[in-house]
Every structure is written in C-alpha cells, then in structure tokens.
C-alpha cells in the first residue's frame, strides 16, 4: 500500500514534469491563446484583447515602448506576431516551433543583408524585422494561416 | 671666406626667420594687436572616409563608409593601434570593436566591471541581429579629436568570454568582421549613449546590459549612462556638438569603385563646421533618433532616419519588385529602372529638439541593382526593406551632399539637438 502511494506520487511528479516539459515555452507563433499569456509574462507586460474581422488581437504592452501584437484566428492559432521596441524581442520565444525553420532560411542567407533589415521568406513562414538600435520592429506570420479576407498589410 | 660664409648664413638664418614669424603671424590672426598673442592651433577635426571593397579578412562590401580609428588602452600612450576599415554609422551610438582584429593589433583594452564585481557584458540591438561582448575603456583618437576613457564593446567574435545569454541573438550575432564587413563599427548618431535611461533607470532591467559571473552566468541589469558604450563624438573635449558626413557624388550611380567624404567634427565650432546660411533643411529626432517620413504620397507616415550604417534606401513599397537573384536578396529589382520616388521629411512630433524645420520633399531614384557596375563598392539607386515599417535614408542618401547630425542637448546657433540636418 505504502509501496503504491509512493509510485503514484512519483508517478505524478513525472507527470507533472513532463507536463511542464512538454509545454512549449512561451510558444507564440502556432501556439494558442495560453502562450500569449507566457510572452506577456515573460516581458513583465500586461496583455489586452480586442476582437477583429475574422481574428482576436492580442496586445503586450511593457517597459520602455515595448509592444508585441498577436493575431490569433477563430480556431484559436497564432497565425501572426508583430513588435516594436527598444530592443529585438526573443525571437525563439515568439517563433516557437517555427524557430528551426527560421534560423535555417537565415543561415541559407549569403551574404548577409543590409544590418538594417532581414528577411526571411520561405512558402510556410515570412520574418521581417528591420530598425536601429533603441527602436527596432517587426513581423512574422503564416502565410497560409491569414484569415480569408485579411491582407498581409494587416499584419501590423 | 669661411667666415663671411658663417655671417652670410647666419643672416639668412634671421631673414628666414623673420619671414617664418610673419607667415606664422599671418595665418594664425597676425592683426591680433599690439599685446601680440597668437590663437591657438585649431584642433584638426577632420577624418577622410573612403567606401571601399572592405576590409582585408572581408572583401564584397558595397556602400559601407569606412574610417581609420586610433585606439588607445585608456591613459597609454604605447599600448595603441590604428584600425581600418571601422564602419561610419549614423544609425547607432557608440564604437564597437572586432575581437579578432583587436587581437591582431595586439591590443588589449581594460575590461569592466560592474557593481558587483561581475563581469559588464552587453547585448546590443542592431536591425537585423545583435552584438554580444564585453564592455571596455580606451582613448579614441581620430583627427585630432581625443575621448579619453570612454567605454566601448568588444565584439566577441571568438567567443572568448562569458557565452550570449539564450535570448540573445535569436534573429543572428553578428559578432565578425564578415557580418559587418567591418573591422568594427563607429556609432555617431544623435545620442550620447547606445540606450540611455532605458537602461539606466531601477524598473526591471531591459536584456541590454549584463553581469557575468566567472563561471559565464550573465544576469540583465541596469547601468549608468556613463559606464554605457559611449558615443565618441560626443565624448571629445572640442567639437562634440554634433558631426557633418560629407560625401563626395558617385561617377557613375551604377557603381563606383570607391568613393571618398569627409567625417568633420562639431558643428559651428571652426570654419570648416558652419551650418549652411540658407538651403538646410532641419529634422527633430525623438527619443528612438527619428523623424518623421511620408513616401511617395501615403496618408500615414513612419519613422525616417539618415542612417550611413545601411547599405540602402530601405523602406515598404509592395508596386516595386523584388530581386530574384541570389546576389541581391532583400532588394528591389524594379522592372522599368530607374524608378523616381519622392518621399518627404518632417520633424518629430516629440521631440526634444528645439528644431521646427518646414517637412521638405525628397525625390530619390531606384535603379535595378541586376543592371548594376559587377564589383562596384559604391551604388546610388540601391534599395531595398520590403515590409518595412520605416524609412531608412541609407548611404545611397548621402552621396553628393552634406548631412549634419546634432548631438541631444548640445547646441549650435539657435538649435539643440538631437537633429538631422542636409
């Protein structure tokens, strides 16, 4: 008995890793509505919600003119992330699982482009960040994943 | 006969002398009156800037404006080195350094520490990627124009030091010679700081500045204004008012092989440095360094910046087509080149500038770079940024015409920057 308490509790206590584990850290592009919350969190930002035509906005907003907007269809998806601040955000955060993908097409990149902008654009995935230092901003979203009547000039 | 010699030489000696007293007297304010005291030398403020193929390690630059930067350990007058090819950019604040170059030149500048005794570290936000390395201090001499002590960053393209914090260059470190086709980057912008009281204030600390523990854990904090890499323009003891990048016209717009300017230092403050009497059009910045941009007729505009750190006119016209060629991604390759664009410039609506300039059109070609001079250093219609949400006034810009850059608080004339001025 005293045996099967203490498998279940370590049992449990896996689980609960795996459970934080498995939780992609604040996974925003992809991710869900749950993961805005962990970007906001992790900026120390508040998070505000305004409904749009065919998607939610969700906006951060945090220290020194931080703003970081997530586009977030009706099944709930983050199809797109915009920002603009003082400093480049956690690009592997808010990229979540499109990160690797990311990184790829940047590193396929040769020679580098102008330090003022970077584009990477592949069928599945556009990032697009440009600036200086002290204000830098920028998008990425899934091309496929805009709402039917959305323009990719939205994504702003 | 040796003698009359000696007499005859010795005179000569005296005439020659005489006449050197009067040339001297002359040049330097000779009519001062009957007291006789000379004025002083002027301080030497001009650097020549040549946009060439780029450094030795890292040939295939295109529009990148290069100085020759003397460094010092701070307070040495041995421990020096003068390092070439240092990238002229009006578009950040503050000199930073190649590891592996500073190496090469055998020069080691004091690291610094912070409060703690931890190691100061920075992650410095650039357009396209970030820096990671240590702050340091040295002396910064060009022309003749020295900041004593001041700090800088070490690009830590060897990765010698503690590693870049995970959140730290996701969008890519360009840490190397061959990301910035520089051996370092001479950042002469508006501010005096690279972030100011962003970073400098006790909320929650931006991931800019970072102590590092001798085992390598970096940990965000807030920093001083003047332990922050310093702009050293604005750090000289004369002519640190502002700047004026004066570059020369291209030859051929489709690709020169190098072009020459002049960095000049102060504004107002010597008779090379005046502001133009009439003709110049003055730009308030913000708090970011901007103004403000309408291109080519649009109801809204974005935030412009003159900006000799890009290779390019960089800015959102999805009309224009973009280049499908490997050598040119990431610019514009319009069809029917060269596009004429207009775009126009205002100030700031916030800013701290005392500067209230009428907003003034800018016309600009776009040529298709496709059809460009093959291995050219310098090109005038290159462009480039589709999605951008801003205007970047990039080198293309400053070809042909002088551009004044006035320091945040300091003055000339009438006018207190930060502000742009052409």
Redesign the interface.
Known sequence: MFKDLYLNRVAAALLGIAAVCIQPAHAALGGDAASVDEDAAAVAGTHSVSPRQGYDLHVIAAAAGTRIAEFIDSDGRVFAVTWTGPVMPDLRALLGTHYAAFAAALAAQSPRPPHAALRVATPGLVVETGGHMRAVSGRAYLPGGLPADMAVSDVR | MYAESRRCAAAVRTALAAVLLGLIAGCFGGKGGPSGVTQPLPTLNVVTITVDSGPATAT?AINRPYVTVHVCAAGSSTQCANIDHVLVDT???GLRLVRSTLTAAALTLAPQTDAQGNALEE????????TWGPIARADITLAGETAAGIPLQVLDDTQSGAPAP??CG???L?NGVA??AANGVL?IGV?AQ???M?CAGT??P???YYGCTAAGVCTAENVAVAAQVTNPAWAFATDNNGVIVSMANLQDANGDASAQGQLIFGLGTQADNALPGSGLQLLGAD????FQTTYNGASVSV?G?L?T????Y?FDD?TIQVCTSAAW??YYCPANAPLVRTAINASAAQTAASVSGAAGTVTFAVGDPDSFVANAAAYGGLA???????F?W?MPFFYGRPVYIGFEGRSVTSFTGPFYGY
């Open positions: 295939g578009g950040s604040w992650c410095a936000t650039f357009g396209s990627g970030q995970a959140t996701a969008s890519g360009i990301d910035w950042g501010f690279d972030c100011g962003n909320g929650a931006l991931p800019v708090a970011n360094g901007d935030p910046l900006d750190g890009s290779d390019s960089l999805p991604v990431g480039g940024g589709a999605g951008a949400t801003r970047n990039g």
